[in-house]
């Protein structure tokens, strides 16, 4: 079975909060995966929690160009959160490719 992941949010804070999408490219992720039956990991609020908990100076170093695009650390951050959601997907196979998160 397919999984949708909404995107990862920019390095844009409010209130000391990272921006959400929730209402755009999120809610219409979440809505595809309705639609055809697929997972649906909300990428972007589970990362936007893990940046919160670091703070903005610590995430500022994951975006050297612009506030969109990550580097490598950043990237690595993502990919983690995303092997993490899976592990949390009831009946995904994909869960037994998973290896040690740590």
Known sequence: MPIVVSQIPRNEWTGGKVERVSESFGKWAKEAAGQTD???LDLNEMVAKKYEELGAVKVKAFFPGDHTHTNFLGAELNARTVAEGILGLKSCDLKAYI???K
């Open 38 to 40: 697929a997972f649906f």
């Open 99 to 101: 290896r040690d998160l």
